[in-house]
Nanobody, 126 residues
């Protein structure tokens, strides 16, 4: 059984640059493409970014381009989301997810990911 645990959220001032972490246990991280999603109050969960098993391919949502960077350290079984220049509209619960992919194709739909963490709240104050 794969377990994902996010950390690094909290209350951040606008313009801040927190880094979220997602620790994966139960299976080796290197067999999964990984994604970050977020869900704001009253809104549907939305895709933020995804990274391939080797880290060689990255796919960002338009909202993340130029501000968020996804990365991974397979040796440490951890995935990261570096967030810069945060805005109040970035306030959401952020989730990491694992896709037991057989190809390098990165996915942006949440139903295509098999495993999920419990989420970490990021609140951006203006």
């Amino acid at each position: 059984q794969v377990q994902l645990v996010e950390s690094g959220g909290g209350l951040v001032q606008a313009g801040g640059s927190p880094r979220l972490s997602c620790a994966v246990s139960g299976r080796t991280l290197s067999i999964y493409n990984m994604g970050w999603f977020r869900q704001a109050p009253g809104k549907e969960r939305e895709f933020v970014a995804a990274i391939s098993r080797s880290g060689g391919t990255i796919y960002n949502a338009d909202s993340a381009k130029g501000r968020f960077t996804i990365s991974r350290d397979n040796a440490k079984n951890t995935v990261f989301l570096q967030m810069n220049s945060l805005k109040p509209e970035d306030t959401a619960v952020y989730y990491c997810a694992a896709d037991r992919a057989t190809t390098g194709t990165l996915k942006r739909r949440d139903y295509e990911y098999e495993y999920w963490g419990q989420g970490t709240q990021v609140t951006v104050s203006s």
